[in-house]
């Protein structure tokens, strides 16, 4: 007979994979102990079962390196600590380019590792032979090879993370569901289960694919979406050497490992099948989906060029199971922002052996300091708006962004899907006027104009880029002239009540009790004196305030607001971004048009520096605010929707 479910505890984990056990043991490590973890089938049922486990160490910037190199450092004390041997073998990694491009940017990986300290060699297409002799190399540029980097067992990396979690206190569960997450006044405080209630003061979900829907149910968007993944592993290769780095071969989307004599290959294709659109069954545990060998077939006939002992060696298994991605393949982590004591970890885009480690620890303190423990933005799940947990958005993106992982990482690559989503008022005119659209958290604004005769897209360079010159004739008509940007997509919150001024002063650094019609440039500090935003805070009234922070901090700075009200409070914070499109009028000549188009004097005695006021243009009423970030005479132009086009 199962043990009886505990009514409360410190912290419940949905999901047993190895992001959740990784929680679990690094929250028992730090001496949170009474944790208790659910999984509804068997641990590492849903998709840490078939991984490849690659575990490697240099990532996009130095957090993320940090936290792989971490992962890896960690899989050898976890096996002294528990016994538990966790299949870690650290025989290295290389990544090879078949063109100067793409040899360009390992180069350049390359060296940010360095700064890191992190070992990496850069290597010749003959250093590259005779540390893999199974690869054709005759058309190589070259490649980079880091020899830290490994392979680990997924399943056993898990049962020890399990393993030293039950040591240090925590329990876990298997056939236990999850079917609610039990919210009240805002605040998660347990779940409901196929066996009853757990209350809890923390709560957090690491239910891969499952928990987008979880997130759903509980008003929380978790934009994630399932898509297959395929690998074959061929029968035993005789005289197969057991010491093979693993393989990366991005530029055919393919990777290559060594596992018990036998070689697994794997993709990341460039246009992938999203998975599970109607939902994912509860059931759906140690499962696989239909082969689609027609889907697979360009990865392995390039691939046996590559290595052409694959050309020969049979094949044992044709794999294909789901994994979950999100729109911008990072990982969703932390406190989510439309519920408090609720934290996630999931999303983990195929890297979350190789990332659970440093998950783990991360969540493990932010749960309990109850703030972000270190610079976190690329993966905090605030980033992420709430638009973008709609269905059809995630399948049309999730199809290009599992081809992203081993895609060129060009600097200002710009998503082909799911685009179009969020549009100012304005769109139609910048495009008559020749605007090139560069995406920001969902909204269409232009990235710059394209003259007429000059091609309309960007061409990606690791060198000066297809838009250098003309920006820079934009940039010249801004310092000499005037110019219009449409800063719709920038966040305004319309903050009201009389405690409003306390709460924004309380969360403010600097002193917004000023007379009406001032707009005070600011940031939000946190209680450590960190920086959470950088914004500006404008009076409108007695008892009125408009803020305006960035496109990208829409959810994470209302929560940051939101958090920061007492409940008592005469304050509410509202979201006005939709109806208050905005205009920035920027340049040496910006007062004269202004002048022009309202009929009022705007000198610097009636209209100095810092102040909004309204004016009329045209029929519309206008808010117009005297700041500017050009270096030159400007206005913000905020206009309701109604009016903005005329």
């Not at 380019?97 to 060699?121: C, P």
């Not at 240090?168 to 347990?190: C, F, K, M, N």
């Not at 002063?505 to 450590?528: K, M």
């Amino acid at each position: 007979m199962s043990e009886q479910l505990p009514a409360s505890v410190d912290v419940v984990i949905i999901g047993g994979g190895v992001i959740g056990c990784s929680i679990a043991y690094h929250l028992a490590k730090r001496g949170i102990t009474d944790v208790l973890v659910l999984e509804r089938q068997q641990l590492t049922s849903g998709t840490t079962w078939h991984a490849a486990g690659l575990i490697g160490q240099l990532r996009a910037s130095r957090q993320m390196t940090e936290l792989a190199k971490y992962t890896s450092e960690l899989l050898f004390r976890l096996e002294a600590e528990t016994g538990l041997s966790t299949g870690f073998k650290q025989n290295g990694s290389i990544s090879v380019a078949t063109n100067h491009e793409r040899f360009e940017e390992q180069r350049r990986g390359a060296s940010m590792a360095k700064s890191f300290g992190l070992e990496v060699d850069v290597l010749t297409p003959d250093e590259i032979a005779a540390r893999y002799p199974l690869l054709a190399t005759g058309d190589l540029v070259g490649g980079i090879f880091l020899p830290k980097d490994g392979q680990a067992d997924p399943t056993n990396v898990t049962m020890a993370y399990a393993k030293g979690a039950r040591q240090a206190g925590a329990r876990i569960r298997e056939g236990v569901a999850v079917t609610d997450i039990l919210v009240e006044q805002g605040r998660a405080v347990g779940v409901m289960t196929s066996e009853g209630p757990v209350r809890a003061g923390t709560t957090v979900i690491a239910a891969g694919m499952w928990s987008a829907e979880l997130g759903r149910k509980t008003g929380v968007s978790l934009p994630l979406h399932a898509a297959e993944h395929f690998y074959i592993v061929t029968e035993p290769i005789p005289d197969l050497p057991r010491d093979l780095p693993v393989l990366r071969v991005p530029d055919e989307s393919s990777y290559v490992k060594e596992d018990a004599g036998k070689l697994l290959l794997g993709a990341f294709e460039p246009e992938a099948k999203p998975w599970g659109m109607a939902g994912i069954p509860d059931d759906f545990a140690f499962a696989t989906l239909p082969d689609d060998l027609d889907h697979f077939e360009p990865i392995l006939e390039a691939a046996t060029r590559r290595v052409p002992i694959l050309a020969t060696a049979g094949i044992q298994t044709f794999f294909n199971g789901p994994e979950s991605f999100t729109p911008d393949d990072r990982y969703l982590l932390g406190e989510t922002a439309e519920v408090r004591d609720l934290f996630v970890a999931c999303g983990m885009n195929s890297i979350g052996i190789q990332s659970s480690g440093g998950v783990g620890l991360m969540l493990s303190q932010w749960i309990d300091q109850r703030h972000i423990p270190a610079d976190l933005l690329d993966v905090d799940v605030r980033r992420l708006q709430p638009f973008q947990s709609n269905r059809r958005y995630l399948r049309d993106r999730t199809s290009e962004t599992l081809g992203l992982l081993y895609a060129m990482h060009w600097p200002w690559r710009q998503y082909a899907t799911a685009r179009d989503v969020r549009r100012s008022p304005f769109h139609e005119r910048l495009l008559a006027q020749r605007a090139v659209m560069a995406e920001q958290s969902g909204w269409e604004r232009p990235g710059w104009f394209a003259p007429s005769g000059v091609e309309r897209a960007y061409r990606y360079s690791w060198g000066q880029q297809n838009w250098f010159e003309h920006t820079g004739a934009e940039c010249r008509r801004v310092r000499d002239a005037v110019a219009l940007f449409d800063q719709s997509c920038f966040t305004k919150y319309l903050v009201t009540g009389r405690n409003a001024l306390a709460v924004l002063n309380r969360v403010s650094a600097n002193q917004i009790d000023v007379p009406v019609g001032r707009v005070v440039y600011t940031q939000w500090l946190n209680e450590r004196g960190g920086i959470e935003a950088d914004l500006t805070v404008t009076r409108t009234g007695e008892t009125e305030f408009l803020v305006v922070t960035t496109a990208a901090g829409q959810a994470r700075d209302m929560a940051r607001l939101c958090a920061q009200i007492p409940d008592d409070a005469h304050c509410t914070a509202i979201d006005v971004t939709s109806g208050l499109p905005m205009l920035g009028l920027m340049g040496p000549n910006s007062r004269a048009l202004l002048e022009a188009v309202s009929g009022e004097s705007l000198d610097n005695d009636g209209f100095p520096f810092a102040t909004s006021r309204m004016l009329e243009v045209g029929y519309a009423p206008v808010r117009a605010s005297r700041i500017t970030y050009v270096g030159e005479l400007g206005w913000e132009l905020y206009i309701p929707a109604e009016f903005a086009l005329h």
